[in-house]
Nanobody
């Protein structure tokens, strides 16, 4: 089992940057594929991107491709979401999640979730 805690959210102007962190408990962090999701008010949760156990593969939603980058440091039990060129439509609560699936393709394949961190982008 793993517990996840996100941090780094806040208020930023359009065009700005933020880096979110997700710290995991436990000694088995490197066994999990990690994903980032977001949920805006009144909308369904949306996939943002994911990273493989050894950081060799990443995948992003089209809406963030080229602007967001996911990385991880297994020695620190932490996964990051670097967000650049932020837009007002990026405003949402951002969640990290952990999956034991070899390559998760849906949110239902992530067993562990953080509590989320709010990102607000002003225009």
């Amino acid at each position: 089992q793993v517990q996840l805690v996100e941090s780094g959210g806040g208020l930023v102007q359009a065009g700005g940057s933020l880096r979110l962190s997700c710290a995991a408990s436990g000694r088995t962090f490197s066994m999990y594929n990690m994903g980032w999701f977001r949920q805006a008010p009144g909308k369904e949760r949306e996939f943002v991107g994911r990273i493989s156990r050894r950081s060799d593969v990443t995948y992003y939603a089209d809406s963030v491709k080229g602007r967001f980058t996911i990385s991880r440091d297994n020695a620190k039990n932490t996964v990051y979401l670097q967000m650049n060129s932020l837009k007002p439509e990026d405003t949402a609560v951002y969640y990290c999640a952990a999956s034991t699936y070899s390559w998760p393709t849906s949110s239902s394949e992530y067993a562990y979730w953080g509590q989320g961190t709010q990102v607000t982008v002003s225009s």
